[in-house]
């Protein structure tokens, strides 16, 4: 995993390859590390023969729909009557991943090339890097790279000698979840209220101040000069288990585990080998008990499950879940999955943006089910009505924050009744919650 | 419309076609199918927010919402599909999770959308027993708006009327998830001229006007049509009573005119139809006083004094008087040699609602402005008092008469005074009639677009006051001159075969939108 250690024997090192060489963050050190050949080399080729070469790689949105990233940006006007945008989004929100932030603060510019090579692809003339309001390092360390690159040359006017202006610029964002929706990203940029648009439009015909917009998460763009560098083939070639998942993924691993951190494996890569050997397993005394492997907001895994989950796109939907943005969240036999589930509802309840009815309302209503459960005070209904409102707040709303509150609640208690229903019985003592903090 | 492309679909088995890009919420209305809906409303940009328009389309494994989803060739519409029923159940039991179901005091109840659709497809009880119900305090938005958070559903019409169409972004959604609430620019007051719109455009009882709480129950009112007479705008309204009293004044819907709005000036232009002080009975002037008459009489001396006379006439009338009255009161004084004119109150600057082109409260404060032009009336009150000297007959019509003494009038051999209120320069008049105001006749007027709007009766007049187009009808009948009108519709007939710009108008064909002089010209 890199920093702070040395990344271990079964992991395919290639974004996190300078993760802890603060070197590697200087334009003079990225250069040496063969930085921004990528991009001179696609600013000599057509913009569509970068498309087909992201397309061929089977690169996938690393952000959490695993849309391909070459079909997106083919989606993008080939006539330009508008300007076009591309938007970065570094809002890295959801409970569980924290891999962006370190290719933010370790490799800028690695995320920089890549911005400029999707920007050069789609004609856009204009990048928004949207971070997190949060993450006020790998802000300090992205403005810094970014006046690097402007300085030498790599953007402005006249980028790497090419003749093309390619500008880029950090938007700050103020905090909030719901702002890592695309569409709320993008009213976020606009100066509005971040709200989920609906859709259609979609952002490739109307996104950004109602331009063409495409947007990529900050791992799918800074994959995306390893390809060009490495050809379409090799990265093709990274896939464990299904064709259709290639090449490498990085983990932000925590929970109970002996080492927690960010991972680097090739797609397909198996779930268990990952937590009890990359990890170093779970702690003392203690056995696995249950795995979020893609973010909060996928459904949860219980033990058997997780330990024949392989991680790629399709290896997680087999599992009923799926890969997200590759946040791995691991429980051991301690952890209390009613405790658990109330936790990461409150967050969706404090996140929802408010729009839709099912989730202003059902997300809140949903975390006191939880805590009067937990306070010893459910009964055996509630759980019928937990399942009810998650039904009702599935596929109904603008974005999936609803989703996703819905499938923590319905994953855990498919997996984890027995310990809603002690709760209730009364069999297990009440568990001391604050109520009502967010 | 012609050239669009049509899309047929059928919605709970009803073929309709309708233009391509049309929503299906739209698409339903056609079909005779209401899709329940709360953030939705045609005079508003799309929110799609409160979801509770979920509907099933043949074909498409999730629940669309119909006010966003475009029509499509040969789709299949069901909006009371089980599915669809279920979900629209479950946003109306979230909505009322935090709802205080305080109906019984609420000034909305009976004409709330949230407890119409709850009686039609929600549940009959709650499953959030348990909980204690979120509260916010009542707070004062300011000029004639009242905000009661708890009854609040976070539809944001409300916010989209004052960013989009009034141009004027002071109210917000603020805080998020179920703590969200409409918050307003600190600053800022609801004093916008077209603010009072939010009241109507709030589907639930949460933005409430000061000016109409606690006064009347929703199923305890009668809705009038009727036409504004604040301005020359002419903007549709209904005049909501009770008990023969005009309480509320809002917008009647009329995409030509003033869409789905009206200012605040014309929402507040009702207390003078409720005026105490009335002319109840015709008087005659006997001596020096004015003494009560029946109408027989009244009539009959109203045409001996027209028959008997010649020479010079005056005809002084409202500009908010029904184009009947001035086309009737024109013809009676047909032998004269007549001056038609009327003043009007123009005050300085209009105030446009900007997201909606044409609309303005003008500065032109009468309605019927362009009905007593096309009628041969001049805006020259001057040479209308100049011409009372010597005048064998002044007819006034409700002009009040300030700036005018009352021996000026009587300089006039005869004087006829047709009015609600009696001020005092029309107590030298010869004869007083007493007559209804708009809100107690049907009528004409015609507004600056020369668009002539009927509006109706809404409350009965006070003791023997009558339309004007039916006093000077029976004069006209006295002096052999016609028959007895029985209906303003009648008046209007009478018009139109004589006054060219009327031609091919009736009440039938105008309906209660209205249409152009021109356009009946074509």
Not at chain 2, 131 to 143: H, Q, T, W
Not at chain 2, 354 to 381: H, I, K, M, Q, W
Not at chain 2, 408 to 423: D, E, I, M, S
């Amino acid at each position: 995993m890199g920093y702070p250690h040395k990344p271990h024997d079964k992991e395919t090192v290639i974004l996190s390859e300078y993760f802890g060489d603060a070197e590697a963050r200087s334009y003079a050190g990225w250069v040496k590390r063969g930085g921004y050949k990528a991009l001179k080399a696609s600013l000599e080729m057509q913009p569509a023969e970068v498309i087909e070469i992201v397309k061929s790689s089977g690169l996938r949105g690393r952000g959490g729909a695993g849309f391909p990233t070459g079909v997106k940006w083919s989606f993008m006007p080939k006539e330009k009557s508008k300007p076009h945008y591309l938007c970065c989004n570094a809002d890295e929100a959801e409970p569980g991943t924290f891999k962006d932030r370190e290719i933010m603060r370790w490799t800028p510019h690695a995320l920089i090339e890549g911005c400029a090579i999707a920007q050069y692809a789609i004609q856009a003339e204009i990048t928004y890097i949207y971070i997190r309001g949060e993450f006020t390092e790998p802000l300090r360390i992205m403005q810094a790279a970014l006046d690097d690159a402007y300085g030498n040359g790599v953007l402005g006017d006249d980028a790497m000698g090419s003749g093309r202006r390619l500008d880029m610029y950090i938007h700050r964002g103020a905090g909030a979840y719901i702002c890592g929706e695309e569409t709320a990203l993008m009213n976020s940029i606009e100066g509005q209220r971040g709200n989920p648009r609906i859709r259609p439009p979609f952002p490739a015909a109307s996104g950004v101040f109602g331009m063409p917009t495409t947007i990529n998460n900050v791992e799918t763009l800074a994959a995306v000069p390893h390809i060009i560098n490495r050809g379409p083939e090799w990265y093709k070639g990274l896939s464990l288990n299904n064709e259709k998942s290639s090449g490498t993924k990085l983990f932000s691993v925590a929970g109970h585990i002996q080492r927690p951190g960010n991972y680097e494996v090739t797609m397909g890569f198996p779930l268990g080998e990952l937590i009890n050997d990359l990890c170093g397993g779970m702690r003392q005394g203690r056995t696995l008990k249950a795995c979020i492997p893609g973010g909060s907001s996928v459904p949860i895994l219980n033990r058997e499950e997780t330990e024949s989950c392989l991680l790629d796109y399709e290896g997680c939907v087999e599992m009923g879940t799926m890969l997200g943005s590759g946040g791995v969240i691991v429980f051991d036999d301690s952890a209390d999955m009613v405790y658990q589930t109330m936790r990461l509802a409150r967050f969706y309840a404090h996140e929802s943006c408010a729009q839709c009815t099912q989730c202003r309302e059902g997300t809140g209503w949903t975390v006191r089910i939880l805590e009067r459960i937990l306070a010893g005070q459910g009964e055996q209904k509630d759980l019928d009505l937990l399942l009810d409102l998650a039904d009702q707040m599935t596929g109904k709303t603008i974005c999936v924050l609803s989703d996703s509150c819905a499938a923590v609640v319905i994953s855990t208690i498919k997996r984890f009744r027995n310990e809603f229903e002690a709760y209730i019985a009364g069999t297990r003592e009440p568990a001391v919650v604050a109520v009502g903090v967010g | 419309m012609a050239d669009q492309k049509l899309v047929t679909l059928s919605i709970e088995g009803v073929e309709v076609s309708v233009p391509k890009g049309t929503m299906i919420l739209e698409a339903a209305k056609q079909a005779g199918v209401l899709i329940p809906h709360y953030c939705y409303h045609p005079g508003l940009p799309i929110a799609g927010v409160c979801r509770m328009c979920l509907i099933e389309i043949e074909g498409t494994p999730k629940l669309q919402i119909g006010c966003a989803t475009e029509v499509a060739q040969g789709q299949v519409v069901k909006v009371f599909g089980d599915e669809a029923l279920k979900a629209r159940e479950s946003v109306l039991e979230f909505l009322l999770i935090h709802h205080p179901l305080d109906c019984p005091i609420c000034d909305q109840a009976g004409e709330c959308e949230l407890q119409n659709y709850v009686f039609q497809e929600g549940r009959s009880n709650t499953r959030y027993a348990e909980y204690a119900k979120r509260f916010s305090p009542v707070e004062d938005f300011g000029a004639d708006v009242l905000y009661v958070p708890n009854r609040c559903i976070l539809c944001t019409r409300c916010v989209r009327f004052m960013e989009h169409v009034a141009d004027e972004p002071v109210l917000n959604v603020s805080e998020r998830g179920d703590r969200a609430f409409i918050g307003i620019h600190p600053d800022a007051t609801l004093d916008h001229e077209w603010a009072g719109n939010v009241v109507d455009l709030c589907p639930v009882g949460s933005l409430i006007s000061k000016d109409f709480l606690h006064k009347a129950r929703a199923w305890e009112l009668d809705r009038t049509p009727s036409v504004c007479t604040g301005c020359s705008q002419g903007c549709n309204i209904n005049l909501d009573t009770r008990s023969d009293i005009v309480v509320r004044i809002r917008p009647r819907p009329n995409p030509e005119v003033n869409r789905h709005f009206i200012c605040d000036t014309g929402r507040m232009h009702y207390r003078w139809m409720n005026r105490g002080d009335r002319i109840e009975a015709p008087l005659i002037l006997r001596g020096e006083e004015l003494q009560a008459t029946d109408w027989d009489h009244a009539l009959s001396e109203v045409a001996r004094l027209v028959s008997g006379s010649s020479g010079r006439a005056v005809v002084l009338i409202s500009p908010n008087a029904s184009n009947e009255a001035m086309f009737l009161a024109k013809r009676l004084v047909a032998q004269f040699t007549a001056t038609l004119a009327f003043r009007v109150e123009r005050v300085d600057g209009e105030i446009p609602l900007s997201g909606v082109p044409g609309l303005a409260l003008r500065a032109e404060r009468a309605a019927n402005v362009a009905g007593a032009t096309a009628l041969g009336y001049r805006d020259d009150f001057a040479a209308a008092v100049r011409a009372i000297e010597g005048a064998s007959l002044v007819i006034v019509v409700a002009d009040d008469l300030e700036g005018v003494s009352r021996e000026a009038l009587q300089k006039a051999v005869n004087t006829v005074y047709l009015g609600t209120v009696l001020p005092d320069t029309a107590r030298g008049a010869t004869l007083v009639l007493p007559v209804a105001n708009t809100a107690e006749e049907d009528g004409t007027l015609v507004n600056r677009d020369g668009r002539v709007q009927r509006y109706l009766q809404a409350k009965s007049a006070p003791g023997m006051a009558r339309p004007a187009w039916w006093i000077l009808g029976e004069v006209l009948k006295e002096l052999g001159r016609g028959e007895s009108l029985f209906s303003a519709d009648e008046a209007f007939a009478l018009m139109a075969e004589a006054e060219g710009q009327f031609r091919g108008l009736s009440y039938a064909n105008l309906g209660m939108h209205g249409s152009t002089m021109s356009e009946a010209r074509v």
